[in-house]
């Protein structure tokens, strides 16, 4: 057990449907990743946020938005989901970015189908 | 932009045997940190090993190393003894020195028979 959580663990939706994706970060740390690993495209970053502010962003669609509220929980927004948004979404933490030691602890993920 | 690549999509193993899986990447960067993350059935990403560009010792956790050649930018992983519950999906990744985002390989299946 990394210490992440995810919320749902499974997500079974209709397209062009919004749904939101929850994360608890490990105790103590400020910073969260949100990744997409699908068939095609693998496991790829989408965005990053470290004590509530964007701090990089990644291959994320316009119709994904994400925030990180003032108790660190984190949400990622899908919207007018398309098939292809199938995947496994993972959420990581880590204590701050870009330290020397830094280590991103992934979640369990949430898999999300769109029929 | 980083690119991290696994040219082996599938490996085997015989249980207590030794598995290499191989990795290149392609950076312009000096400094860096490159990453093995194992994933199980269960899709959980664990942390196996790590290491620092700037350190010349190839980086160990148990039966666990890595072989880290800078110049030709390759890293590959050795599994020693291999067990059943190695068995898994194992991806190679980079974070640059200064940033957070993790670039990862396309992954190897690594399957390990009795």
């Known amino acids: 057990d990394s210490g992440v959580t995810q919320t749902p663990k499974h997500l079974i939706t209709a397209t062009g449907q919004r749904v939101t994706l929850r994360c608890s970060p490990r105790?103590?740390?400020?910073?969260v990743y949100w990744y997409q690993q699908s068939l095609d495209q693998g496991l790829q970053f989408l965005i990053q946020?470290?004590?509530?502010?964007?701090?990089a962003k990644g291959n994320i669609l316009e119709r994904f938005s994400a925030q990180q509220f003032p108790d660190l929980h984190s949400e990622l927004n899908l919207s007018s989901l398309e098939l292809g948004d199938s995947a496994l979404y993972f959420c990581a933490s880590s204590v701050a970015p870009g330290q020397a030691q830094e280590t991103q602890y992934f979640g369990p993920g949430t898999r999300l189908l769109v029929l | 932009a980083q690119t991290v690549t696994q040219s082996q999509p599938e490996m085997s193993v015989q249980e207590a045997e030794t598995v290499t899986l191989s990795c290149t990447y392609d950076?312009?960067?000096?400094?860096?940190?490159l990453f093995w993350y194992k994933q199980p059935p269960s899709r959980q990403m664990i942390l196996v090993i790590r290491?620092?560009?700037?350190?010349?010792q190839n980086a160990t956790e148990n039966r666990f190393s890595v072989n880290f050649q800078k110049a030709a930018k390759s890293f590959s992983l050795k599994i020693s003894d291999s067990q059943l519950g190695d068995a898994a999906m194992y991806f190679c990744?980079?974070?640059?020195?200064?940033?957070?985002?993790?670039?990862f390989g396309e992954g190897t299946q690594l399957t390990v028979n009795p």
């Open positions: 946020y470290y004590n509530g502010e964007e701090r």
């Open positions: 950076t312009s960067e000096s400094d860096y940190y």
């Open positions: 105790s103590g740390d400020l910073s």
């Open positions: 290491q620092e560009a700037y350190k010349q």
């Open positions: 990744a980079y974070r640059s020195y200064s940033g957070s985002r993790l670039t």
